[in-house]
């Protein structure tokens, strides 16, 4: 079955540290790939997604995600957090001619310390 | 008004009550997604409307109703509801070209927080 894992439910990290938080996903075919941010009370606003081509992406506010087919992952970095990277962050998984189903990890919750 | 705009963005209603969600999309795509997001779950899929056709009912439960009059507006018609199905509902919105779903980004609206007494 197709599947998404984002197995850090919480991580806490100080503000101007690097940051890393993992997706693997279960899929039989080459996925379509997004990481989308939600902060309190508002809808999700995309990240950064892969569809082909070279595995490192490079998305909005800095971050950026590199997938690696023969570990099933998708894992999302930044180099310096900031405080208002404080929110929670969701890996998806878009199966091909699925008409747009999208399959959601449950998400990671990302704190900042100052 | 730009993206994928949701009212009401909070409602509270009784069990007994009818009430419905509104989603509209200024991004000129043509499908159209309802979530539902409850504490600690992951996201979950409702419906998808394709051209203003349903091409997806994620088996949910009759007491939500979805239409969508044309491909910019979506609602979703809500009575009877129990207590278990308070929770975030999302709107989404994507280009669907001719690879049936596949290199699809949806946008997504801020929700609706829905709270059934």
């Known amino acids: 079955a197709q599947s998404v894992t984002q197995p850090d439910i919480h991580i806490t990290v100080s503000e101007g540290a690097s940051l890393e938080l993992r997706c693997n996903y279960s899929?039989?075919?080459?996925?379509?790939l997004f990481w989308y941010v939600q902060s309190p009370g508002q809808g999700l606003q995309l990240l950064l997604k892969y569809f082909s081509g070279d595995t490192l992406v490079q998305g909005i506010k800095g971050f950026e995600a590199e997938f690696k087919r023969s570990q099933s992952s998708f894992n999302l970095r930044k180099p310096s957090v900031h405080w208002s990277d404080a929110a929670e962050y969701f890996c998806a998984v878009g199966p091909y001619n699925q008409g747009g189903k999208l399959i959601f990890g449950q998400g990671t919750e990302l704190s900042v310390k100052p | 008004e730009t993206g994928v705009t949701q009212t009401p963005r909070h409602l509270v209603m009784g069990m007994t009550n009818k009430k419905s969600l509104k989603c509209e999309q200024h991004l000129g795509h043509n499908a159209m997604y309802w979530y539902k997001q409850s504490a600690k779950k992951p996201l979950e899929l409702m419906f998808v409307?394709?051209?203003?056709?349903?091409?997806e009912n994620n088996s949910v439960p009759s007491r939500f109703s979805p239409e969508c009059p044309n491909s910019s507006h979506l609602f979703l018609h809500l009575h009877t509801l129990q207590p278990e199905d308070s929770a975030l509902y999302l709107c989404?919105?994507?280009?669907?070209?001719?690879?049936?779903?596949?290199?699809?980004?949806?946008?997504f609206g801020p929700g609706t927080r829905l709270l059934v007494l």
């Open positions: 899929y039989g075919a080459t996925p379509y």
């Open positions: 409307y394709n051209f203003k056709e349903q091409t």
């Open positions: 989404a919105s994507s280009h669907r070209g001719t690879s049936g779903g596949a290199q699809e980004t949806q946008y």
